[in-house]
């Protein structure tokens, strides 16, 4: 065998095992990635593997079987997304111009934040929606499947190097005031305006293997589809789907689209805008 | 002749020049899939795709999450995220930490790409000022993927062309020119797109 094909068999052992790590770790753990999109994996389980010091995917489910303090650091590197406040920006001004005056005609409104990581996008929406009066009136489920981020996301406490980022975000997105109104420094962060913490929930929800909780007006999920192959997506997809009211609208990344799900057709897209869509 | 399933480009600064110079090259006839990742300056991201498809006979566009990757087609990775080729021949994005401070990466783009064509890849580095690209270049060559790398006397930037010589090697080491050429004689196997 010549060099390139151990390499291509040693890849292919790879994948292999691979996949006996996640069956490991739903079996185990009941996390389910075995929908996940396989490239960015390969590249997180590659880094876990040289924190952990193992040779090989099969040495890292031995220790993610036999030591749960392991399978909590390797749910850091299978799930984290590092985000930003009011990430791009003209999604948050889209919600504001198109969203936001049909969410004033309800009552009361709730919104589900789903894969919300460490909450960046929380806070932004609630900041977003008390300039806009609804706040009051509002209550924010934040999902995630890793129990270290949804502490993070509720704590609401970032590093301050990441504020004049946030900030410049902030204004970019249509804020109405400035950012600091919203926040206090504490230490080497800043910690997010507490008052909010009332209008928010936030649960552990796995989009791979939970059910709808609650009937919701606004779903934003976004850059977290990406990581899911198309079945899952359509599964999560269809979750959505399945909590939105009638009209309900469902923001997504701006390079994620319903186009290659199997519930295209149950959405419309709102033109002009950045991937928000609105349930038929 | 060479014959690839598909070829990778990686490119920074000065590449959308030399980028679309090779593009320029490419018959209309050209079937093999191309797969760009060049980093750009946030503010010139949005143009990247009319330009290059201005001097291109073929089809341009922006690779979207889940797609598969079609023959004859240009695809250019979306700025501000990664792009990575799954084994069933889709795109995936990500939006990981940057890597060589970049999002799109090359070596993360040429990585996934080595593991889904394996020695049935071409990977081509080009001017740049950073070292992107190296790793992932590295990886097609393992996988028995060929390697052309831009003449970093040629380049605008030789950093990236330098850095990936050392890292990787390379099969060729081509002027642009040359390079145009070269790679409008790369043929595609008549069987189809995907690795068996």
């Known amino acids: 065998m010549n060099d390139s094909a151990k390499d291509g068999q040693a890849a292919r052992e790879f994948d292999q095992e691979l996949k006996l790590l ?16 396989v490239a960015s994996l390969r590249r997180r389980i590659v880094q876990a593997m040289g924190l952990y010091g193992c040779a090989t995917v099969s040495q890292l489910q031995d220790r993610v079987l036999h030591e749960p303090e392991v399978f909590a650091g390797m749910l850091q590197y299978l799930t984290i997304q590092v985000s930003e406040m009011f990430r791009d920006p003209e999604y948050f001004r889209e919600l504001r111009s198109e969203v936001v005056p049909v969410l004033k005609t309800y009552p009361s409104v709730k919104v589900w934040v789903a894969g919300c990581s460490n909450g960046e996008e929380v806070w932004s929406l609630a900041i977003l929606l ?15 499947i890793n129990p270290e981020a949804l502490r993070r996301a509720e704590a609401g406490v970032y590093p301050l190097d990441r504020v004049a980022l946030f900030s410049s975000n902030y204004l970019a997105a249509g804020g109405t005031g400035s950012l600091s109104d919203y926040y206090h420094a504490a230490y080497d962060g800043v910690v997010l305006d507490r008052r909010f913490r009332q209008h928010m929930l936030f649960a552990d929800h796995s989009l791979a293997t939970d059910t709808v909780f609650s009937e919701v007006h606004l779903v934003s999920c976004r850059n977290v589809l990406i990581y899911f192959d198309r079945p899952l997506q359509d599964r999560a997809v ?36 950045h991937r928000i869509y609105r349930k038929c | 002749m060479l014959s690839v399933d598909a070829i990778v480009i990686g490119a920074s600064s000065g590449g959308v020049d030399a980028v679309g110079m090779l593009l320029a090259a490419l018959p209309s006839r050209f079937r093999t899939p191309v797969v760009i990742v060049l980093h750009l300056l946030a503010t ?18 922006e690779a979207a999450d889940k797609e598969p990757i079609e023959a004859g087609v240009v695809y250019v990775a979306p700025p501000g ?19 060589n401070f970049c999002r799109p990466s090359i070596d993360v783009m040429f990585e996934s ?29 393992r996988f028995g993927g060929r390697a052309w790398v831009q003449d970093p006397e040629s380049a605008v930037a030789p950093a990236m062309p330098a850095a990936a010589i050392a890292r990787a090697g390379a099969d060729r080491v081509l002027s642009l020119e040359a390079m145009a050429a070269a790679l409008a004689g790369v043929e595609q196997e008549p069987t189809g797109v995907g690795a068996t």
Do not use: K, M
């Open chain 2, 81 to 99: 995220y990664h792009l990575l080729v799954e084994p069933d021949l889709t795109f995936a994005l990500s939006i990981d930490a940057p890597v």
């Open chain 1, 130 to 144: 008390a300039e806009e009066g609804l706040l009051a009136r509002t209550l924010i489920y934040a999902s995630d």
């Open chain 1, 238 to 273: 269809g979750l959505f789907r399945e909590a939105l009211v009638r009209r309900g609208f469902l923001g997504l990344g701006s390079r994620e689209s319903l186009r290659l799900t199997s519930h295209q057709s149950a959405f419309d897209e709102i033109a002009g805008t």
């Open chain 2, 44 to 61: 010139a991201e949005s143009l990247l795709v009319p330009v290059l498809a201005a001097r291109c006979a073929r089809p341009v566009r």
């Open chain 2, 113 to 141: 790409a080595a593991y889904a064509w394996r020695e049935r890849l071409l990977g081509i580095v080009l001017t740049g000022a950073n070292a992107d690209g190296a790793e992932g270049l590295a990886a097609i060559r």
């Open chain 1, 22 to 37: 996640l069956e490991a770790i739903y079996l185990r753990y009941q996390h389910d990635f075995r929908h996940y999109a």
